[in-house]
């Protein structure tokens, strides 16, 4: 069964850097689309951001527009999330989601769409 790892996460004081990367047991080239999702504490989950596989087209939540950047290495093996100018309501633990088949649109993501989930890592921002 294939898998999904992320890996980056951390404490980062506000206004920093973190890269996020997911990566698969087999190969993120099984997955059409890759999605980061986010749930803080007391809240529900949140579709960050989403690529595709075949014309690298990509979904961001207006939360993170602008700040998050969502991109494949040249193999296509690696899947990142830059996260630039954090702010403290980025704290959460961070997932990435694939699906062979889902096209993510720039209407959303829902979990529930997505077939393999990775097991999620902290972000924490805070000074």
């Known amino acids: 069964q294939v898998q999904l790892v992320e890996s980056g996460g951390g404490l980062v004081q506000p206004g920093g850097s973190l890269r996020l990367s997911c990566t698969a047991s087999g190969s993120t080239l099984d997955y059409h689309a890759i999605g980061w999702f986010r749930q803080a504490p007391g809240k529900e989950r949140e579709g960050v951001s989403c690529i595709n596989r075949s014309d690298g087209s990509t979904y961001y939540a207006d939360s993170v527009k602008g700040r998050f950047t969502i991109s494949r290495d040249n193999a296509k093996t690696l899947v990142y999330l830059q996260m630039n100018s954090l702010k403290p309501e980025d704290t959460a633990v961070y997932y990435c989601?694939?699906?062979?088949?889902?096209?993510?649109?720039?209407?959303?993501?829902?979990?529930?769409?997505?077939?393999?989930w990775g097991q999620g890592t902290q972000v924490t921002v805070s000074s």
């Open positions: 989601a694939g699906d062979p088949d889902l096209y993510c649109s720039g209407d959303g993501i829902l979990g529930e769409d997505f077939h393999s």
